[in-house]
């Protein structure tokens, strides 16, 4: 019975670190959808890097899409804490899923462009085009393009 109950430290380490995951797991689903926009972003990247611009693949560019991605991950988390923890006195402000819609929407924009640029179909042109006019209609500001 003794055996049992004595899981030692490694036991207790892991004990400790799922409770702490734990917190998290209401936004494991933001997590993933983010790791998807920027995974398929960064596929497209370097399938546009490859074909259109022929400048093959990049490393820095690869380290800049980890750092993004690190980058979304910590804000989205850390939008939850703030949202749950720090200002549940507001009801319902729903912060984590307005940074990932940020995030994936910025993300959608460079795909529905390394579309346009890989298909040459009209279709990602157009969407873009609207979309940038929604934007620039709804929020009052004008959107330049490199």
């Not at 200002?87 to 462009?113: E, K, Q, R, Y």
């Not at 929604?134 to 959107?143: A, R, T, Y």
């Amino acid at each position: 019975m003794n055996n049992v109950l004595n899981i030692g430290h490694f036991g207790k380490a892991i004990a400790l670190t799922t409770s702490l995951l734990s917190i998290f797991s209401p936004i494991t689903i933001l997590a993933i959808v983010i790791f998807v926009f920027i995974l398929t972003d960064f596929i497209l990247g370097i399938t546009v890097s490859f074909k259109i611009r022929k400048e093959g693949f990049i490393s820095k560019k690869a380290w800049k899409t980890a750092w993004k991605l690190i980058g979304a991950e910590i804000c989205v988390i850390l939008a939850y804490l703030l949202d749950t923890y720090v200002v549940s006195f507001i009801p319902v402000m729903f912060l984590p899923n307005i940074f990932a819609g940020f995030i994936c929407g910025f993300d959608l924009w460079s795909i529905l462009t390394n579309l346009a640029l890989l298909s040459d179909h009209p279709v990602f042109g157009l969407i873009k085009k609207w979309g940038k006019r929604e934007i620039e209609h709804k929020m009052k500001i004008n959107i330049v393009e490199d």
